[in-house]
């Protein structure tokens, strides 16, 4: 299992996590903040749990490279 957390109101919009796992990042045309697409959200986290190990990866990539270092990724 993967969760992957983002505290999407501290996005900058640098658009590193979509470069990295764009399977699961996308940017907001509205906002320009990242959206963590297929997430649940709860008091500003959104959340995504995914039994897809292949995505890890990715998404550690996208993770490392986040200036603001809002993005967290678990292998459970």
Do not use: W
Not at 23 to 35: L, P, Y
Not at 36 to 56: N, P, V, W
Not at 58 to 67: D, G, S
């Amino acid at each position: 299992m993967i969760v992957i957390t983002l505290q999407r109101a501290k996005c900058i919009g640098c658009n590193y996590c979509v470069e990295m796992a764009p399977a699961q990042f996308q940017m907001s045309k509205k906002d320009g903040k990242t959206v963590l697409l297929h997430a649940q959200e709860k008091k500003g986290f959104h959340t995504l749990k995914s039994s897809d190990e292949i995505i890890y990866d990715a998404n550690m990539k996208a993770a490392n490279a986040c200036p603001v270092k809002i993005i967290s990724v678990k292998q459970l």
